[in-house]
Structures are given as structure tokens and as C-alpha cells.
């Protein structure tokens, strides 16, 4: 299975880093945002992608934070950026289910050079 395989490279090739998070961009009306926390958020810290990216969260309905501007538009939530020493890494566009979702952050894991 291609997400378990991504899950194992995800813990295999990253290590965890102070300044990496993961900023998730949602809105508190967007389904696919609450299918993503009822499916993946809840425990997503507990997980050792939760322990190498932190989870953040950024309401797109308030004004983003100042530590943020430099991150490219974001036009769709839920959208998950990869933020290390202040710059993205890449980014999850979407949430449709479970195993895509950690196929696709393993994917950008994988890309990651880290910044320091």
C-alpha cells in the first residue's frame, strides 16, 4: 500500500527540526477541514509526523500572522504548508482522505532540504 509505504518513508528520511511546523490553513466552515480533523487531526500530534512538524493553525477568515506573509496565496482550505526556518517547503492542496493525505505529506517530506 503506497501510503504506508509513504508513512515509513516519512519517518524514515526526516528528522525533527525547532523551527519546522506544519501551518494548516482552514476556515471553521470548510467540510473537508473538519473531515480532516475528525480523521487525521485528532491524533495527528501523538504521530511522529506530529513530532517532527507541529501542527499550526491559521483561521483564513482573521489576519494571517506576520511570520506568514511570505508564504505564496493560498487559494483552497484545507491547505497544509511545510514551514521550515520561516520559508515553505511544500505544500498539501486538499484533503480527500487518510492515505492520500500522508501520501502526499511523505511526498513533501521527502523533498525537504532542510534549513539548518
Not at 512538524?53 to 511570505?70: E, N, Q, T, W
Request: contains cysteine; aromatic residues 8%; proline residues 5%.
Amino acid at each position: 500500500m503506497r501510503a504506508a509505504a509513504g508513512l515509513l518513508a516519512l519517518l524514515i528520511v526526516a528528522t525533527p527540526a525547532r523551527a519546522a511546523e506544519l501551518v494548516l490553513y482552514e476556515t471553521h466552515a470548510c467540510a473537508w477541514c473538519i473531515k480532516w480533523h475528525r480523521d487525521v487531526g485528532a491524533r495527528y500530534a501523538d504521530t511522529k509526523a506530529g513530532h517532527l512538524l507541529p501542527l499550526r493553525r491559521v483561521d483564513m477568515f482573521k489576519p494571517l500572522p506576520a511570520d506568514l506573509a511570505a508564504i505564496p496565496q493560498i487559494a483552497a482550505t484545507p491547505t497544509f504548508v511545510v514551514v521550515d526556518c520561516g520559508r515553505e517547503v511544500g505544500r498539501v492542496v486538499g484533503y480527500s482522505t487518510e492515505a492520500v493525505f500522508w501520501d502526499e505529506l511523505a511526498d513533501v517530506v521527502n523533498g525537504w532540504r532542510r534549513c539548518g
